[in-house]
């Protein structure tokens, strides 16, 4: 029998009391300190179960005040972009241990680069590049589309196991014994094509965030350009606060 993590329980039992009108939408609920004497646990593992629980769309951290109810629904919200470090270690790495995240692969090939890829990549026209297209889905659902667009002198092998089983950033930083250090990303809104509703099941027309994301390694190597087709409905994006 799989080990149940004690930051998952707690996880379920504060999502209960929010489903069941405990804590509604737009409340606040006990800090993580008083969860903490509570469940007689660490604050870290609240920490922990409060994160999983911002990721699913269900508590928002708001700083200085605290946290609030988002929703009292079992519907699938998830929360990109949300001021954590995992958010530019690859869609695997930022879902991970909160809900089964698998891959369909779609297409996998090497191409030359155009030249408005050579631009985006900083290579030359002609440059060979692995071009990805998978579908990610959380917990057995399709949610999104990813076409990645990697230098292949960056990276020269990649195995279709990790592609469809494993995390694609997680070998990158393996294999070049770098870490990822940023990305930049711009969000737009757009709407699914015929081609691309069918890849995830819905129908055309619905509402789409696009990501467009140039991602770099230490030494600001650049090692992909992406973009994202992602369900309106299931996603959600988090501004990251910004002080003065």
């Not at 737009?26 to 969860?35: C, D, K, N």
């Not at 889905?137 to 230098?151: F, Y």
């Not at 770098?178 to 129908?203: G, H, M, T």
Request: proline fraction near 2%; include cysteine.
């Amino acid at each position: 029998m799989q080990k149940v993590h004690k930051y998952m329980e707690i996880k379920e039992k504060i999502k209960k009391d929010i489903l069941s009108l405990k804590y509604k939408k737009g409340e606040s609920i006990p800090s993580e300190r008083e969860l903490a004497a509570v469940y007689d646990v660490t604050r870290v593992t609240v920490q922990k179960a409060m994160a999983s629980l911002v990721q699913e769309g269900f508590i928002e951290r708001i700083h200085g005040k605290g946290m609030f109810v988002l929703k009292n629904t079992e519907s699938n919200i998830y929360i990109l972009n949300n001021e954590k470090s995992d958010s530019i270690l690859g869609f695997s790495r930022e879902f991970q241990g909160r809900v089964a995240v698998t891959s369909q692969l779609v297409d996998f090939r090497q191409i030359q680069a155009d030249e408005s890829l050579a631009a985006q990549l900083d290579i030359a026209v002609g440059d060979a590049v692995w071009f990805i297209r998978r579908i990610r889905l959380l917990d057995g659902e399709p949610v999104l589309i990813e076409d990645s667009n990697i230098p292949c002198h960056v990276i020269d092998t990649i195995p279709e196991s990790v592609l469809k089983e494993g995390s694609l950033y997680g070998y990158i930083e393996t294999f070049t014994h770098k870490k990822i250090k940023d990305a930049d990303s711009l969000i737009e809104a757009a709407l699914f094509n015929r081609e691309q509703a069918s890849l995830l099941n819905i129908s055309p027309g619905l509402p789409m965030l696009k990501i467009t994301e140039v991602t770099r390694l230490e030494g600001g190597v650049i090692f992909n350009y992406s973009i994202s087709y992602n369900r309106a409905d299931i996603f959600r994006v988090k501004n990251m606060r910004i002080e003065r």
